[in-house]
């Protein structure tokens, strides 16, 4: 059994600082652990790090960008050792940046995989987060995400663009089992809905996360679940209720 650290990923409550307030708030629902995004940390790890200990949170993750992490690695290894991480996280790729051929999937893991060795050498981790463009049929029906993973380059699944993209979670959960550093546990509001960007609390939403239970238990790696909505009107309604549902599931 794995004993999984529930997480929040801070960009779920951009729209409503101050930070400190926001952490706070997550302690105080029972939070373990937050996710922080570039730039939040940005020039000052150390003060980051400091209002995160106050109240008694840890940083297990954090999404960097990738310029930064494959062209200043040492700087972000830096980072993650100042904030207490063990995993950096690429979180995403502007469309103009996304190549569209194999070859270019293959160079970008190529880069990726450099850093990586890097970092787990300084004792780190380093993971891609994926949306679903990297889900999208290249020629030959292969996609992205195949050509992005692979040795040291391990992976943050995020089960609600997964679903959003078309695919069976539960197959790629245990596709990736073996490569699975942590889970983003992302819900989606019924079809068609446009509020809140057609995303939903966990656990309030159409994903059957009883179903996909056992096979996140599989991936013995994975030991982080981290709660996140991409545009949640109110920050703490989602928290709240969001890790009502993890603990459920977990217990």
Do not use: C
């Amino acid at each position: 059994m794995v004993n999984h650290t529930i997480s929040f990923q801070l960009y779920s409550a951009r729209n409503f600082p101050p930070l400190e307030t926001v952490l706070e708030g997550l302690a105080t629902i029972g939070y373990d652990a937050v996710e922080p995004y570039y730039p939040l940390y940005g020039d000052d790890p150390a003060g980051y790090r400091a209002k995160v200990d106050a109240v008694g949170l840890k940083t297990p993750t954090f999404h960097a960008p990738l310029t930064g992490v494959t062209g200043e690695t040492s700087r972000f290894i830096d980072i993650a050792g100042t904030i207490g991480a063990e995993t950096i996280v690429v979180p995403y790729l502007v469309a103009e940046e996304r190549p569209t051929t194999i070859d270019g999937w293959k160079e970008l893991h190529a880069r990726l995989a450099t850093a990586a060795a890097t970092a787990k050498a300084a004792g780190f981790g380093l993971a891609w987060h994926n949306h679903d463009f990297e889900y999208f049929k290249l020629v030959g029906g292969t996609r992205p995400i195949d050509y992005l993973l692979g040795g040291d380059v391990k992976a943050e699944l995020d089960i609600g663009w997964v679903v959003r993209a078309g695919e069976n979670p539960a197959n790629e959960i245990d596709r990736l089992a073996t490569q699975t550093i942590a889970y983003h546990i992302k819900d989606l509001a019924p079809a068609g809905t446009t509020v809140e960007d057609g995303w939903a609390d966990v656990g309030h939403g159409i994903v059957d996360w009883k179903a996909l239970k056992t096979h996140i238990d599989d991936a013995v790696d994975a030991k982080v679940l981290v709660a996140e909505h991409d545009n949640p009107a109110d920050w703490k309604r989602f928290a709240t209720r969001s890790f009502a549902s993890i603990k459920s599931l977990l217990a």
